[in-house]
């Protein structure tokens, strides 16, 4: 007996000295480890914690603010763990190709890679390696998964699985309170979640993401509703979504499965620019078919002028032959077209990320793409393009810099590029692209100037298919050498 209870003790101070270590952890900006990475890259230092935090927990929570790298550290794992060889990652639809590009970009040992569409034919899809699904197609594609064995899941965005009533919920992680029929979540030997917003709108929402990361720990609903969603005259219950006993709430997640760094953190790490480019997808059979003429049109162009566009368009429109001024001026007009048609996409995006960050500036090109956009977001967004007035501008820049509600500003790029300040915000996205990436850069640096205090994110929309994934990894590759150059 006297043996017994010496090992339960043991067992149970091994138990609270990991936990402890786990806390002191999970907010760590560095940590001492040599992790493989392919050549020519590394990891920032904090992001060497992030993955020895992961190492150290089958399951585990990535929550770092938005901008900070989750991707990269995610894949870090899959570097410094020789076991996981058969790995799925779990998106929304947009981020699809940024997750095979960054596989491709991080991954010390290249692996087979699919990217599940609605037309892949199970037989292939799941023979890779690294397979990639976004969270719509999980249920039409369940049984396959769960026949597959898995070393790890990556759910990325991992906060839309907080309804644990909803269908790509309960067949990810297994939850459904509502009902006893709990449906069996997806099995993997390593479990990495991936969120800047964990809680988007009450305690209640993280539930589903930390029972499925660690069972063991997080097993009871009722517990967790009764311990942290208390309202304040003492009701509990998922349908009263209170929150009490907040400290102690993020001394559990960070001792079991949370690690979460802030970028004020790890300003320091941070580079004063980070660039990535986002890929919309579709469905319009008549996108598809200006995507088409647009291709069309540009290699006549390119091949007519023998120059890139980007650099006879600094030359000015009239300068050009007729021939190839009407191959501009044709390619411009579909791009317009293609530009209204991609607007609905463009909205959804900005929708999914105004839940993650505070404020964004949003660049576009044409005035009626930059009016959709402002009139879908109506009372918390404001305008401008090269037709306000000086006054009506001012306003619209003061609004956003000063007025917590005001959360978009959606701008022209070229009634934007020099002169004003935008940095309330730190995310940039870029709607559409000029042909010029001087403009872009000047662009950017509204954001980015001084009273910034954040590392500035630039993204590149994309609509797949068209002529913006040319243009945009052109212009990436001349700010590129712009700054080597320069700076």
């Known amino acids: 007996m006297f043996r017994k209870t010496c090992q339960d003790m043991r067992s149970i101070n091994n138990a609270m000295h990991s936990l402890r270590q786990n806390l002191a952890a999970s907010t760590a900006a560095d940590a001492n480890i040599e992790l493989p990475a392919p050549q020519g890259l590394s990891y920032l230092p904090y992001q060497r914690a992030g993955i020895s935090f992961g190492l150290k927990n089958l399951g585990v929570l990535i ?40 596989l491709n970009k991080w991954l010390v040992i290249p692996r087979k890679t699919v990217v599940i569409e609605g ?3 199970l037989s292939t899809a799941f023979g890779a390696e690294v397979v990639i699904i976004n969270y719509e197609l999980v249920p039409v594609y369940i049984d396959a998964i769960l026949a597959y064995s898995w070393d790890m899941i990556i759910a990325d965005e991992c906060h839309v699985l907080r309804n644990i009533d909803a269908k790509r919920t309960q067949h990810i992680v297994g939850v ?15 479990k990495v979640f991936l969120t800047g917003t964990p809680i988007l ?23 967790f509703v009764s311990k942290y969603c208390k309202k304040s005259d003492g009701a509990t219950g998922a349908v009263d979504s209170g929150s009490s006993n907040l400290e102690q709430l993020q001394a559990m997640l960070r001792s079991t499965v949370m690690i979460r760094r802030l970028k004020k953190d790890v300003l320091s790490q941070l580079p004063p620019k980070q660039r990535a480019i986002v890929k919309l997808t579709h469905c319009s059979s008549e996108l598809a078919s200006l995507l088409q003429r647009e291709q069309q049109m540009f290699a006549s ?16 429109i009239n300068s050009m032959r007729p021939a190839d001024k009407y191959l501009f001026e044709e390619t411009s007009r579909i791009r317009h077209e293609i530009a209204l048609l991609k607007t609905p996409l463009i909205i959804k995006y900005l929708e999914q990320e105004l839940a993650k960050h505070h404020k964004i500036v949003v660049f576009a090109h044409h005035q009626d793409v930059i009016e959709q ?27 956003f810099q000063n007025d917590s509600g005001i959360r978009l500003c959606v701008a022209s790029i070229l009634s ?29 640096d509204r954001c980015h100037r001084i ?27 001349k700010q590129r050498i712009y700054e080597q150059a320069l700076n």
């Open 451 to 477: 009273g910034q205090r954040y590392s500035v994110e630039v993204v590149h929309l994309i609509l797949e298919g068209s002529i913006d994934i040319n243009i945009a990894q052109k212009i990436i590759i």
């Open 63 to 102: 929550a770092d603010e938005p901008g900070l790298g989750k991707t990269i550290q995610a894949i870090g794992i899959i570097n410094a763990d020789p076991r996981v060889r058969h790995i799925l990652v779990v998106c929304p639809a947009s981020l699809k190709t940024n997750w095979a590009r960054e």
């Open 416 to 444: 934007a590029g020099v002169g004003i300040t935008l940095t309330a915000a730190s995310r940039v996205i870029f709607a559409e692209l000029d042909w010029t990436a001087a403009n872009v850069t000047q662009a950017e």
């Open 301 to 316: 162009m390119r091949a007519s002028i023998h120059e890139d566009a980007w650099d006879f368009y600094a030359q000015g």
């Open 201 to 223: 709108n009450r305690v209640k929402d993280i539930w589903t993401l930390v029972s499925y990361l660690n069972p063991t720990i997080w097993r009871s609903y009722e517990e």
């Open 176 to 190: 459904n309170c509502a009902t006893e029929n709990a449906l069996v979540p997806i099995p993997a030997r390593r």
């Open 119 to 121: 037309s892949n034919c």
């Open 373 to 399: 956009i402002t009139r879908h977001f109506k009372d918390i967004a404001v305008s401008f393009t090269g037709k306000s007035s000086a006054k009506l501008k001012q306003q619209a820049i003061d609004r």
